[in-house]
């Protein structure tokens, strides 16, 4: 009886899972327990000068302006971004499904900025929109909508630049959002539609009423999904505007990355991590209530 | 009457939705468009304002500028980099799915939970004790920091995937194996991975695609410019004055390009596996 309920203990693999647990211990949770025990402390890197001071670092954080902004653009940066995505993810989910000629061509490209890189997105971009040579502002211009003397500075613009880096994260992530709920929609069953077609709805009460609730679990997935890969993102917007102008488009990757590798406050960059990472663990939550994978109990 | 209604009706719709389609459309490629057509133009059409919107001539100057810029120096770290991940995610998670999916255990539960959970985990979290750690080991500016931010930052994930895989093979299957005579580890190698092979690409295209574009680790962790990723080598390019926008972008297209065919090829598998991971319904 107790050798077959443990019979675990006599395959090799027992022992070959115990060590790959191990490593994902060691990679994943340490560094963020040796995180946490850091941002107690004011640490200078190189200078071997630690010192414990509490919960300092947190109150310093906490009370800079700068921080605060941070996390009001980086929320602005997530929302709009999450929400374009999915809005256009959506409606060319919903053509794919709905167009007969069922083209590969159309869905490759759709597809293709899916793989590229942030740092290859931010180049295209930041050239794409260049105000002198640029192809947007140009084409803008040839088609009589403005002059070329009042063209518009997409990422030097105080006004625009936290924009623009939407757009662009938008790009980016769209695609990926598009074929998951191609995916789900593709699945409904066709009687669902038809009965609303009987009864006379019209278009938009059909996505409303009978699309849109039956792929919410995907729709909520992909919420969160964008929310920690764009709260997360430093790559893109260091490429296009680093953080710049005047901190306008400064989000907290950009301030974490800042304060500890810039001006060497390990401490108080880590005390932003923790901050930060206490606002996905409450998201994280909530996702992991609703996702589980197939097999658990 | 109500017939002809519904017509004028579908014919809007289908209007509408055939405009938003060119939108997005052109939103996709136009970006993309720009940057091939600048890269293969010569340095006077370059110069010129309005820019024209076809090269004339096109040449292929600046795609060879960027191989004497050190090109196949950061491909080859870019690649050092994309293997090694590959191949640790690899050995580490293929054997950790499949023992998961077959044994039941005291604790089973909260290891599928922790891996789930960490996946929330923020990776910008990860910049700075990782940066303390590599330091106190002496790996700063050795590629393998990255590396290891990169199985950190994949190993959940992969395995997750491959568990939904394994999970769907019976195992009867590889119990018979067992009782001709393999091991566990030889069931493994004979019977799942052949059976569960569209997981594993879909992990391993997933894999390389991560790491062929990871920025900011390579960015952090190495200063030596011998050691530069590709990524990094294009985002530091644009500090360089004396590089023209051409140079700078057939730059990003050859960096885009490798990882653009693949995933062509393998697409399949990777929205196969990536949809059946991430949601049931």
Sequence with gaps: MLLSRYKYLRESIFWF???????????????????????????????????????????????????????????????????????????SALIMNSINWKSKLLRALILAPWVVSPVVAAMSWKFFLDPNFGLFNNIFHNLGIFARTDVVCWLSDKRFALFTCIVTQVWLIFPFMSIMLLAAISSIPKERYEAARVDGASPFQIIFYITLPSISLTLFFLILFGMITCFNMFDLVWVLTRGGPVGSTEVLALYVFRTGLRDFRIGAANATGIIMFLIMLVIGAIYSKIYKPEGVQ | MRKRKLIIKDLSCKSISL????????????????????????????????????????????????????ALKFAKNSLIITLTTVICVLVLTLPTSYFLSRFRFPGRKIVIGGLVISQMFPGILYLIPYYQLFDALNLINTLSCVTISLVSANFSFSILILFTFIHTIPQEIDESAMIDGCSRFKALIKVIIPAAYPGIIAITIYNIVISWNVFLSAYAYITDDAKMNLQV????????????????????????????????IFQRYLVQGLTAGAVKE
Excluded: C
């Excluded at chain 2, 024209?52 to 600046?62: D, E, G, H, V, W």
């Design chain 2, 233 to 264: 080598a294009l985002a530091m390019m644009e500090s360089a004055l004396y590089n023209t926008w051409g140079q700078r972008m057939a730059a990003t297209t050859l960096v885009a390009l490798p990882i653009i065919i693949l995933f062509y």
């Design chain 2, 19 to 70: 405009l938003v389609l060119l939108l997005i459309l052109a939103f996709i490629i136009l970006p993309i468009f720009w940057v091939i057509i600048t890269g293969l133009k010569t340095d006077t059409d370059l110069a010129h304002v309005p820019p024209s919107y076809f090269p004339s001539p096109p040449t292929l100057k600046n795609f060879l500028y960027f191989i004497d810029y050190g």
């Design chain 1, 17 to 91: 899972f115990l060590f790959s647990i191990l490593i994902f211990l060691i990679l994943r949770f340490f560094p963020l327990v040796y995180g946490f025990y850091s941002s107690f402390f004011k640490i200078r890197l190189g200078f071997g000068e630690k010192e414990f001071i509490g919960l300092k670092n947190y109150f310093e954080v906490l009370s800079s302006p700068k921080f605060l902004y941070s996390t009001f653009l980086t929320i602005i940066y997530t929302a709009g971004s999450v929400f374009l995505g999915l809005v256009i993810g959506f409606s």
